[in-house]
């Protein structure tokens, strides 16, 4: 089956920065869209940002100019460099792909990560 795994995540204070991965792993065939969502307690999810296939390129606008997402095809893998890390900011971040893999045919569906804990905090 398919999994994605993040990396990255934890406690830092304002100004800071972090850098999530996730890597997708399994029996793949393709990976259309990744991105990253987050949700803090009492809030609802938010899309932090995204990158097609093709490079494509999308932010939320809180985190423009701050938050840098890119991905490495040949490694299934999309990240997430966090810079001018604000309180605000503070959340789970989950990583999700739309994902084409194998199993005796193939299909495609959305699968989502465990998530990753990021505070920011003094």
């Known amino acids: 089956q398919v999994q994605l795994v993040e990396s990255g995540g934890g406690l830092v204070q304002p100004g800071g920065s972090l850098r999530l991965s996730c890597a997708a792993s399994?029996?793949?065939?393709?990976?259309?869209?990744m991105g990253w969502y987050r949700q803090a307690p009492g809030k609802e999810r938010e899309l932090v940002a995204g990158?097609?296939?093709?490079?494509?390129?999308n932010y939320a606008d809180s985190v423009k100019g701050r938050f840098t997402i890119s991905r490495d095809n040949a490694r299934n893998t999309v990240y997430l460099q966090m810079n001018s890390l604000k309180p605000e900011d503070t959340a789970v971040y989950y990583c999700?792909?739309?994902?084409?893999?194998?199993?005796?045919?193939?299909?495609?569906?959305?699968?989502r990560g465990q998530g990753t804990q990021v505070t920011v905090s003094s």
């Open positions: 999700t792909a739309h994902i084409s893999y194998y199993r005796f045919s193939i299909y495609s569906g959305d699968f």
């Open positions: 399994g029996n793949i065939f393709s990976i259309n869209t």
């Open positions: 990158i097609t296939g093709g490079g494509t390129i």
